[in-house]
C-alpha cells in the first residue's frame, strides 16, 4: 500500500474517536431502524447466520440478534470487541464478536448473510478492498448475500462540503476534508474537541468507488448478481442517492 493509505485506521480508532465511535452506539432507534432495513433487504429467513465484519461495538449486530438471527462479529479493534461482548452478554444474547481483520476472516460457507454496514468499504488499496469482498464471499453460503452500504461519488459530490462539523454525545467533530481525484480518495482531517476542551487530531483516507466500480469489483470476486439501491427509499440506485445499499449475491 502506499504510504497516505498504510494502515492509517489503526490509529483512527482509538483515543477521542474511539469515544465518539462508542458515542454513536447511543442511537437506539437508527440502530433497529438499520437492522430492520438490513433484515429486508437481504431477505433473512428465521433464525439465519449473519456476519457483521467490521461491527465495530456491534450497534447494528445486537440488533440483528433481537431479531432472532445468529451473529457473528469482526472488528481489528479490541477494545469496541470488548464492548461488543460486553453489551451482548447485557441483552443476553448467543452472538459471538472476534477481534479480527476483514480482509483475512476465518470462514468458509458459514453465513447465510454478511454486512458490511456505516461507510467502512474502502479503507485500503484496491487490492486490499478487493480481498475485503473476497474474504466475505468466501465466508457466505452458496446463494448468500453481500450488503456494503457505502458513500460514493454519485451520492456526495452534487454537495461537497470541504468542512462540516457535528455533534456525537458532549464531542464536537470538525472534519475537513478533500478530493484526490487521481487516486478517487478523499482524505480526511478529523478534530475532536471533547467536553473539556481537550482537542485531537486524525486522519482518514477512503476509497470512493462509483457504483459501476464497486459492482465491478463484487463481481469481479466471483459474485453472480449485484443491485444498488438508494439508501433512503431503496429505490434503484442513481444520481444524487443519498447513499449506496449495494447487495452482492454468491451463486448458489
Known amino acids: 500500500m502506499t504510504p497516505a493509505v498504510a494502515e492509517w485506521w489503526q490509529d483512527f480508532f482509538r483515543g477521542s474517536w474511539e469515544a465518539v465511535?462508542?458515542?454513536?452506539?447511543?442511537?437506539?432507534?437508527?440502530?433497529?431502524?438499520?437492522?430492520?432495513?438490513i433484515e429486508r433487504l437481504l431477505e433473512l429467513a428465521p433464525e439465519s447466520?449473519?456476519?457483521?465484519?467490521?461491527?465495530?461495538?456491534?450497534?447494528?449486530?445486537?440488533?440483528?440478534?433481537?431479531?432472532?438471527?445468529?451473529?457473528?462479529?469482526?472488528?481489528a479493534s479490541g477494545r469496541f470487541i470488548g464492548e461488543a461482548r460486553?453489551?451482548?452478554?447485557?441483552?443476553?444474547?448467543?452472538?459471538?464478536?472476534?477481534?479480527?481483520d476483514m480482509r483475512e476472516l476465518p470462514f468458509e460457507s458459514e453465513f447465510d448473510a454478511a454486512i458490511n454496514f456505516g461507510g467502512s468499504?474502502?479503507?485500503?488499496?484496491?487490492?486490499?478492498?478487493?480481498?475485503?469482498?473476497?474474504?466475505?464471499?468466501r465466508a457466505l453460503l452458496p446463494g448468500g448475500r453481500y450488503l456494503i452500504d457505502a458513500i460514493t461519488p454519485e451520492t456526495i459530490f452534487r454537495d461537497f462540503k470541504d468542512r462540516l462539523w457535528f455533534e456525537i454525545g458532549e464531542s464536537l467533530v470538525v472534519v475537513e476534508n478533500s478530493y484526490d481525484a487521481v487516486r478517487g480518495r478523499v482524505e480526511g482531517h478529523w478534530t475532536i474537541v471533547d467536553p473539556d476542551g481537550t482537542r485531537s487530531s486524525q486522519h482518514s483516507s477512503m476509497r470512493l468507488y462509483t457504483f459501476a466500480e464497486l459492482r465491478a469489483l463484487a463481481v469481479g470476486v466471483g459474485f453472480d448478481r449485484v443491485?444498488?439501491?438508494?439508501?433512503?427509499?431503496?429505490?434503484?440506485?442513481?444520481?444524487g442517492s443519498s447513499r449506496l445499499l449495494l447487495v452482492a449475491t454468491k451463486g448458489s
Open 21 to 37: 465511535q462508542l458515542g454513536q452506539s447511543d442511537d437506539v432507534d437508527a440502530n433497529r431502524a438499520a437492522a430492520k432495513k
Open 49 to 75: 447466520a449473519v456476519l457483521d465484519a467490521p461491527c465495530g461495538d456491534g450497534r447494528i449486530s445486537h440488533e440483528l440478534a433481537d431479531l432472532g438471527y445468529v451473529v457473528t462479529g469482526v472488528d
Open 86 to 100: 460486553r453489551k451482548a452478554a447485557e441483552r443476553a444474547t448467543s452472538s459471538r464478536f472476534e477481534e479480527g
Open 121 to 137: 468499504f474502502g479503507y485500503f488499496d484496491d487490492d486490499e478492498n478487493e480481498r475485503v469482498a473476497a474474504s466475505a464471499y
Open 227 to 239: 443491485d444498488g439501491l438508494d439508501s433512503d427509499d431503496l429505490t434503484p440506485f442513481h444520481l
